[in-house]
């Protein structure tokens, strides 16, 4: 079956008791047992829900994997899937990260006493070269954010493979509609389902994909064990969104691709980052890895900071907030928003500078969107 169909089917089937199209939302937190030591599949709802089951499996279908996790929040899952990681233990991540992601590394794995060491992510090479006896982990985004660049998951599959360490990709910014990276060798995907795969702006959640049993195995007791679970109304929120991502992802990905045409162009905007332009660093590799460029533009603007108050004062349709990936456009200002927690040298450093701005572009109608713009960066 194809992506679409698998999105609106896989895990859902029609509820046997009442033949209820839709997968019913089980608000029960427990389960009457048939007698001591036996049950239906079912005990307690930290450890399962069927609500929560339909969307792990729905998840794991459109990430072309075996096995699905939800989580309650992006990090949620990101802590469980790092809780794999022992005091003494290494990672290798990626220079451009979520910011909540280097704090959750920084402020709180590290205390665990596992570090990272983060590599320039347009060196490839620097990866290998970063590995210590004790890496067990890779730790990736791509397209990254906020920076929009893409990293070469087959050639980190090698890599990985080669020094027997577990690489992970979080997925969010492309969806699993755009990219797959278990497909590409990656052993476990990430997604905060707060993004697209919810689409809507109205939960907050997270995923984990794998085909690797035994790594389920450990992640599903970790999942019990630490309890950052999604409730079963959120679970049904996600498994909703799920049924229209690939509509809303080419929808998103053709309005973006729109104006990342018209703001390139434009005489105020210094630099654009899109990975569906041409002039994109890695828009080969973008297009061998994907099959489509997302929803997401970054861009730098003529005139620093007092150009970006200027211009996020003056948009009406695009609005200021955090996250991206629901059917509004959004735009963020990284260094204050999402990139808070990162000391302001690190910031720099990664290139997150302070003329950066960060579009979320919503599935409006794309004049709409473009007059937006245009009228937010007028001078008169
Ligand atoms: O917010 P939460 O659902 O916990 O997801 C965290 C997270 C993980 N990974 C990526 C790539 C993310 O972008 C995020 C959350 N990001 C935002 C809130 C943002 O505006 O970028």
Redesign the pocket.
């Known amino acids: 079956m194809e992506f679409e169909t698998r999105a609106i089917h896989e895990g859902q089937q029609p509820d046997p008791q009442t033949g209820a199209v839709i997968v019913p939302i089980y608000l029960t937190s427990t389960y009457q047992q048939d007698a001591i030591g036996q049950h239906k599949g079912y005990e307690y709802s930290r450890t399962g829900n069927p609500t929560r089951t339909a969307l792990e499996e729905a998840l794991a279908s459109i990430e072309n994997g075996k096995f699905g996790l939800a989580f309650a ?6 802590t469980t899937v790092l809780s794999l990681l022992k005091s003494g233990d290494h990672i290798v991540a990626g220079d451009d ?5 280097y704090r959750l590394l920084e402020r709180v794995v590290k205390n665990w006493g596992v570090n990272t060491t983060y590599v320039d992510i347009d060196h490839i090479a620097d990866f290998e070269t970063a590995i210590q006896p004790n890496t067990k982990l890779i730790w990736i ?1 791509t397209p990254t ?2 920076l929009l660049k893409i990293i070469d998951i087959a050639a980190l599959t090698n890599i990985a493979r080669k020094h027997n360490i577990i690489l992970v990709v ?1 997925n ?2 492309a969806s699993p509609y755009f990219q797959r990276p278990l497909d590409l060798g990656a052993d476990i995907v ?6 697209y795969l919810g689409g809507h702006s109205d939960i ?3 995923a984990v994909v794998t085909s690797n049993e035994q790594l389920y195995t450990e992640l599903k007791f970790y999942q019990n064990a630490i309890g950052a679970i999604p409730s079963p109304f959120d679970s049904w929120l996600v498994l909703r969104g799920i049924k229209t991502l690939a509509i809303r992802m080419r929808e998103h990905e053709k309005n973006a691709l729109f104006l990342a045409k018209f703001l390139e162009k434009h005489p105020k905007v210094e630099r654009i980052y899109y990975p569906g332009l041409p002039s994109h660093e890695q828009h080969q590799l973008a297009q061998e890895q994907m099959s489509g460029f997302g929803g997401m533009i970054s861009l730098e603007l003529k005139g620093g900071f007092a150009e970006v108050e200027r211009f996020a004062s003056r948009l009406k349709l695009f609005l200021l907030a ?3 990936g629901g059917v509004e456009s959004l735009l ?1 200002y ?1 260094a204050k ?2 990139h808070g927690s990162l000391p302001e040298a690190e910031r720099l450093k990664r290139g997150i500078k302070d003329n950066l701005v ?1 579009l ?1 572009v919503g599935i409006e109608n794309s004049l709409d969107l473009q007059t937006d713009l245009e009228n937010a960066l007028s001078s008169s």
Not at 73 to 78: D, E, I, Q, V, Y
Not at 97 to 101: Q, S, V
């Open positions: 929040s992006g990090l949620a899952a990101t990260l979520y910011g909540g992601t985004e954010n906020p979080d969010t910014f990430v997604h905060s389902t707060t993004k907050i959640g997270g955090e996250s991206l963020c990284p928003m999402t960060r979320s």
